[in-house]
């Protein structure tokens, strides 16, 4: 969809970024037809489409999309493994989404402020996930600073994650960013909110001993190869069938 | 291509610009500022550049599609529409024509985004400036979802009226 020839792309840093931001598109997909309130059923799916539109642009980048989204074995996806994991309820959701679209948000913001491959995407993208951030930011708040049962709620959310944020931090080919900076920034970040919201940021390890970087190598948790086998069914089942 | 466009071009970006959006149709595409080109590229060839609102937003292939139509209509047997994402639409884009009719339809219009602070990332930041109501002109209003029925508008009601509106989020 963008002007860059395919050959100037790292390969590799177009799927890494267009399978994180389809395979959260898919998980947030999933919550239609089961969000707690209307409100948030439209907001999570408008969050799930800002998504899909970024990674068809850098699916696109990388070759074929539909090809690339539906005819993949799990062990080719390179997103990492936070976006992957089971929605769980309504805080376990948005602890996903705050972790993930603080550092989306800063991701893109320093590829925004380059002149590489995915400058063009990043400059327009960043401003999107910046409303993810701001949505996420909030619902934190009103969840941990809210009743007995949210916070306790929100606080497990937080710690279930933890240990899948380290990966987000190991430096992928291709792109051209200051992880140490990006990854203070994401703590800054998350930290104030997680105070703010009366919780406190989970203290465990951010990387499990086998999960270091494991999803941008291929390697993924079990509840993926279910996602995807969701995900594909009706493409491979079907090749070419159309609306 | 940085040549002067010719009667005929200036001629057919009026009539591609006149196309309703598809989700508010009571403004145009040049109204709201996705319009970005077009070219005559031979005799009946036309190529149109074309910006999405929102990156996934899935209007822009009804856009497309009503382009290549009334273009098509006019005599221009091949048009291709390309969609260019830099640099990115912004709501500052959308014209004071396009803001007025927007007020109108009972769609707050977005503020100024050089009303915003740069924060941490480059992302737009909200600002509490105030929003009035589109049905009454009140700005006593508060913020019910980020997100309304398309990802680029929020939800809010008006404390004077009581009546819900949406709100064209500054992008």
């Known amino acids: 969809m963008t002007g860059a020839p395919v050959s100037t792309v790292p390969l590799s840093a177009a799927l890494a970024l267009g399978d ?22 439209v907001a999570l799916a408008n969050i799930a489409l800002d998504l899909l539109g970024q990674a068809r642009t850098l699916l696109s980048l990388a070759g074929d999309e539909d090809e690339l989204a539906y005819l993949r074995e799990e062990r080719a996806f390179r997103n990492v493994q936070l976006v992957e994991q089971p929605n769980g309820d309504f805080a376990h959701t948005i602890a996903r989404q705050l972790y993930f679209a603080t550092y989306q948000e800063l991701l893109y913001g320093q590829l925004a402020a380059g002149d590489g491959p995915f400058a063009p995407l990043a400059a327009k993208a960043v401003k999107e996930v910046s409303y993810h951030r701001d949505h996420a930011e909030h619902w934190t708040l009103r969840l941990g600073d809210g009743t007995e049962e949210s916070h306790r709620r929100m606080r497990a959310g937080l710690d279930d994650l933890w240990r899948f944020t380290g990966e987000l931090f190991e430096p992928v080919d291709g792109l051209d960013v200051d992880w140490t900076a990006l990854r203070d920034g994401w703590l800054t970040l998350v930290t104030k909110t997680v105070d703010q919201a009366t919780l406190a940021l989970p203290t465990g390890p951010q990387l499990g001993a086998w999960t270091a970087g494991a999803g941008r190598q291929g390697i993924h948790t079990e509840p993926f ?19 | ?17 006149s196309v309703p959006d598809p989700e508010l149709p009571v403004i145009t595409l040049a109204e709201l500022g996705v319009l ?9 060839r036309v190529e149109v550049e074309l910006t999405p609102t929102y990156t996934g937003c899935p209007a822009i292939e009804a856009m497309s599609a009503d382009i290549e139509r009334v273009l098509h209509d006019h005599g221009i047997p091949e048009v291709e529409v390309r969609t260019v994402l830099s640099p990115p639409w912004t709501t500052d884009a959308i014209s004071a024509e396009g803001r007025r009719k927007l007020e109108e339809f009972g769609v707050a219009p977005p503020r100024p985004t050089a009303a915003r602070h740069e924060q941490h990332a480059g992302g737009p930041v909200l600002v509490q400036l105030a929003i009035r109501c589109p049905h009454c002109g009140s700005t006593d209003t508060t913020l019910l979802s980020r997100f309304s029925s398309t990802a680029c508008k929020a939800l809010r009601r008006c404390e004077a009226c009581r009546e819900p509106f949406d709100h064209f989020k500054e992008l």
């Not at chain 1, 190869?225 to 609306?243: C, D, F, K, V």
């Not at chain 2, 291509?1 to 610009?17: K, S």
């Not at chain 2, 970005?36 to 009946?44: D, F, I, T």
């Open chain 1, 225 to 243: 190869g279910r996602m995807i086998a969701e995900m594909q069914h009706l493409h491979r089942s079907h090749p070419g069938a159309t609306w």
């Open chain 1, 20 to 41: 994180d931001a389809l395979v959260l598109s898919h998980r947030l997909g999933e919550w239609a037809g089961h969000a707690p309130v209307l409100e948030e059923e």
């Open chain 2, 36 to 44: 970005r080109g077009l070219h005559l590229v031979g005799p009946g």
């Open chain 2, 1 to 17: 291509m940085v040549t002067a466009p010719t009667p005929l071009e200036e001629e057919l970006r009026a009539l591609a610009g």
